[in-house]
C-alpha cells in the first residue's frame, strides 16, 4: 500500500523560496515515477516535475531552472526546492507516484496511481 503525505507549504513573497517535502510509503519496494502536481481552482492538476527511480528528472517549461526535485528512497523523501517563486505558482501542491509509467513518460493526472492530500503554496505581496 503507497501513502503519500506532504509538508512545507505556506505563504511567501514574490522571489522568495519553498521546499516541500513528501514523505511516503510502499513507494521503495517498486519502480514508481514520484511526481509534484499542482493545482488552482477550476484547472486540471498540471506536472511540475517528475523524477524516475534512476533519478532522471523533468520539469514543466514555466518552472525550469527555479524549481528542483529530488528524491531518497532509503528515507522515503521526495522534496521540491522551489526558488524565485512567483504569485502565479500559487496552487495546491501534490506528491503522486505512478507505477505504470515508471520512467515518467507521461504528465496526465490519470498516469498516477497515488496522490497525497495537498500542500497549499501562496506567493503574495
Known amino acids: 500500500q503507497v501513502q503519500l503525505v506532504e509538508s512545507g507549504g505556506g505563504s511567501v513573497q514574490p522571489g522568495g523560496s519553498l521546499t516541500l517535502s513528501c514523505v511516503y510509503s510502499?513507494?521503495?519496494?517498486?519502480?514508481?515515477?514520484m511526481a509534484w502536481f499542482r493545482q488552482t481552482p477550476g484547472r486540471r492538476r498540471e506536472a511540475v516535475a517528475r523524477?524516475?527511480?534512476?533519478?532522471?528528472?523533468y520539469y514543466a517549461d514555466s518552472v525550469k531552472a527555479r524549481f528542483t526535485i529530488s528524491r531518497d528512497d532509503t528515507n522515503s523523501m521526495l522534496n521540491l526546492q522551489m526558488n524565485s517563486l512567483k504569485p502565479e505558482d500559487s496552487a495546491l501542491y501534490y506528491c503522486?507516484?505512478?507505477?505504470?509509467?515508471?520512467?515518467?513518460?507521461?504528465?496526465?493526472?490519470?498516469?498516477?496511481?497515488?496522490w497525497g492530500q495537498g500542500t497549499q503554496v501562496t506567493v503574495s505581496a
Open positions: 510502499g513507494v521503495a519496494d517498486g519502480n514508481y515515477c
Open positions: 523524477i524516475s527511480r534512476s533519478g532522471y528528472s
Open positions: 503522486a507516484a505512478s507505477a505504470r509509467y515508471p520512467f515518467c513518460t507521461s504528465t496526465a493526472q490519470e498516469s498516477y496511481d497515488y
